[in-house]
């Protein structure tokens, strides 16, 4: 079904509303699920409703929740996200950010225990539109165990999300966001959902064999997914978790905590103009990013994209001619609807 993004931003809103959230944190979070659709990340926008849901009613996610600050050394502040929605709790980390490196150049958020983060993408894209240069380390501790070490078959380590943005003066910002695994589990859910398979070389079942089966992934016995570029990426992973577990506090992945989903992301957020002008700089991202664009193609109907393009392309497209979801996920927003009272709206 194809739908347009301000039904499932208002749709959104007042399942968030009717299970308790106010007004400002149910428009924060319709905003952002659907804006993951927008960009084309569907494992992260509305097909986590169902699971919000699900965690808020068993006291597994809070709502209305606002940030505490642990620890304050003006340019490096602990940020404990108390297991609020983690759209809100994120941007509530990143105004601290944004406000902190404004004033001292640089601010480094330690935030820990927020509820699932999200589209990780939002973060640097924030920060992004506020003029900083960012970086950004993610976990989850416990429930997101789902990545295999490099040459084992048994999960040890998080997806380990990683992004960063640089502003710039054209249409969109760079923006990095990627996993040090091959593929999200949000992913894997929308081919399972989709009743198709995941691209080859990114999971493999509980015996260590390759699959393309989202179903044998979840088990039971539960696979496991592959960390990207063999052992780099899994080097790259362990490092992740020492900057979002252990640097925030909230813990690297730690079976003990399996039965709440807890993200810590240490994010460094740069005000570039304390470091070069803006005139510099804008030329130098623009020049760089002409030169790149002008190598020579192997295919002359291929075009070279920057980091962020795709994102930003997907949006205007999907605003235009609408978003798709698969009817597993409809049915599953529809059942989450009829249980807490609210009228979905879908189209027959």
Not at 164 to 173: I, M, Q
Request: charged share 20%.
């Amino acid at each position: 079904m194809i739908l347009q993004a301000d039904f499932l931003i208002d749709l959104t809103r007042r399942i968030f509303l009717a299970i308790g959230s106010n007004k400002e944190e149910a428009e924060v979070v319709a905003q952002r699920l659907v804006n993951a659709n927008l960009s084309g990340h569907d494992s992260h926008g509305v097909i986590r409703i169902p699971t919000y849901i699900k965690w808020i009613q068993e006291g597994k996610t809070q709502l209305n929740q606002t940030i505490d600050i642990e620890t304050d050394n003006g340019s490096m502040v602990v940020v404990d996200g108390k297991v609020g929605l983690g759209q809100s709790i994120g941007q509530q980390a990143m105004a601290l950010g944004i406000e902190r490196a404004r004033e001292h150049g640089v601010a480094v958020i330690a935030l820990k225990d927020s509820a699932h983060l999200g589209r990780i993408g939002d973060w640097p894209e924030m920060c992004a539109e506020a003029g900083m240069v960012s970086v950004h380390f993610v976990n989850t501790s416990g429930m997101g165990n789902l990545v295999a070490p490099y040459g084992a078959i048994e999960r040890r380590l998080s997806a380990n999300p990683f992004a960063a943005g640089v502003p710039t003066d054209s249409e969109f910002p760079l923006i990095l966001d990627m996993s040090a695994c091959t593929i999200a589990e949000g992913k894997i859910r929308v081919a399972l959902h989709a009743g198709k398979q995941v691209p080859e070389g990114c999971i493999i079942d509980s015996e260590g064999q390759p699959t393309t089966d989202p179903k044998t992934f979840y088990g039971p016995p539960a696979g496991s997914i592959l960390p990207i570029a063999g052992h780099k990426g899994y080097a790259l992973s362990i490092i992740i978790e020492m900057m979002a577990g252990a640097l925030t506090g909230g813990s690297c992945t730690n079976p003990e905590r399996a039965n709440v989903l807890t993200n810590g992301m240490l994010s460094i957020i740069m005000d570039r103009q304390k470091l070069q002008s803006d005139d510099y700089f804008h030329q130098e991202v623009s020049r760089y990013c002409d030169y790149v664009r002008s190598a020579k193609l192997m295919d002359e109907n291929n075009k070279i994209l920057m980091p962020g393009e795709i994102e930003y392309n997907t949006r205007a497209h999907r605003r235009a001619e609408g978003i798709e979801l698969s009817q597993t996920t409809i049915d599953m927003i529809q059942d989450t609807c009829h249980a807490i009272g609210v009228e979905s709206g879908f189209p027959d």
